[in-house]
Every structure is written in structure tokens, then in C-alpha cells.
């Protein structure tokens, strides 16, 4: 089973991005979780969301304490959150940042080699597509391409069901772009 905590502020699709890939998953014919952490929070406080994924049954209904993987969808939470508490070690993280990465270690407050880092600029890529600052979908993109937990076209597909026409089509492609321009620090 692979299990991963997303972490966003409220009104940037962390819950949003969980389940599509939750669907993908299911779409493969994979067992799939995926549920938020938050109660009465406003937009911009920080949220948890998780995904399980699959090959047998889920039977457990809980938080996920040790992620297999970590996605940061805002990273000015780096500066306020402990975003690694739990990872597994050699565990997957994936932030939307595009500055110097050494910068991104001292933020996370890790060694490199101990966990696979990988960054993307999912914010720019979405400005420059959907024209606002949501980067989940673009997040999702370069979470199937760093760990591979579900195929690209399951989760493109995913996308279109979820936002029909012009907008899908727009997430799509920034689901595409980063899938393409997530690389590993």
C-alpha cells in the first residue's frame, strides 16, 4: 500500500488533487482512500489530505502517520509546518517550488539523499495555463511521474470527468507540463 499526505492551504485543492488520484487509482482497478484533516478552517489555513492506494483491500480508517510520500501544493508552509513528520525513510517528497534547492533543504529541514526530493514549478505552470495560482492538478502530474502509483492517461482521464470542457482541458495540460518538468534535487 502507498500512502500519501498532501499538504495545502484551504481553497488550493489539496482534497481536490487526493481524489482524483484516489479515482485514477480505481480506475486501474487499484483499491483507493482519499479524505481530508481539516474542520471549520477558512481559505489559506493550513489542510491535510490523504490518499491510500492499493493492489488489496484497505481495511484501515485512519490518518496516514507514516507517508510514503509527501506533497507540499504551498510552500510557504515549509517555513511553519514540519511537513516531514512521519515520512518513511527513503520516502518521496514533492514540493512546488522553483528556487535553489539548497535552499529547499534548509526549509525542510533535512539532509540530502535521506528522502528522493523533487520540485516543480506548479504554481507558474498554473498561472500560465489555468490563469490563477491553483496548482493542484499540476501536482498531481508530478507525483504519477516521480513515483509512478498510477499511469498519466488514468489520471488525465480523471481530470476531463471531473472538469468538463474548457477547464479540464486546461488542467490537463498542467497536469501534462509538470509531469514533464518535475526533477528530482
Known amino acids: 500500500m502507498i500512502e500519501i ?3 495545502g492551504r484551504g481553497g488550493q ?10 479515482q485514477a487509482a480505481l480506475k486501474e482497478e487499484k483499491y ?4 481530508p484533516a481539516f474542520g471549520p478552517e477558512r481559505m489559506g489555513t493550513p489542510i491535510l489530505a490523504f490518499t491510500r492506494i ?6 484501515i480508517h485512519c490518518m496516514v502517520y507514516n507517508p510514503d510520500a509527501i ?3 504551498d510552500p510557504t508552509l515549509l517555513k511553519t509546518i514540519n511537513v516531514v513528520a ?5 520516502g518521496t517528497i514533492i514540493v512546488n517550488y522553483s528556487n535553489e534547492a539548497r535552499e529547499l533543504y534548509k526549509l525542510l529541514n533535512v539532509e540530502a539523499g535521506k528522502y528522493r526530493v523533487y520540485t516543480v514549478p506548479a504554481t507558474e505552470i498554473a ?4 490563469g490563477r495560482p491553483i496548482a493542484n492538478t499540476a501536482m498531481i502530474g508530478s507525483l504519477v511521474k516521480a513515483m509512478g502509483v498510477v499511469r498519466l492517461e488514468s489520471v488525465l482521464e480523471t481530470i476531463r470527468e471531473r472538469f468538463p470542457g474548457t477547464i479540464g482541458e486546461r488542467n490537463v ?3 501534462k507540463r509538470a509531469y514533464e518538468q518535475v526533477k528530482e534535487v
Open 5 to 7: 499526505r498532501w499538504h
Open 13 to 22: 485543492g489539496a482534497w481536490t488533487a487526493s481524489n482524483i488520484l484516489a
Open 32 to 35: 483507493a482512500q482519499s479524505f
Open 54 to 59: 492499493s493492489d488489496e483491500p484497505i481495511h
Open 71 to 73: 506533497v507540499v501544493l
Open 86 to 90: 512521519g515520512l518513511k525513510e527513503g
Open 127 to 130: 498561472i500560465e495555463v489555468l
Open 173 to 175: 495540460e498542467a497536469a
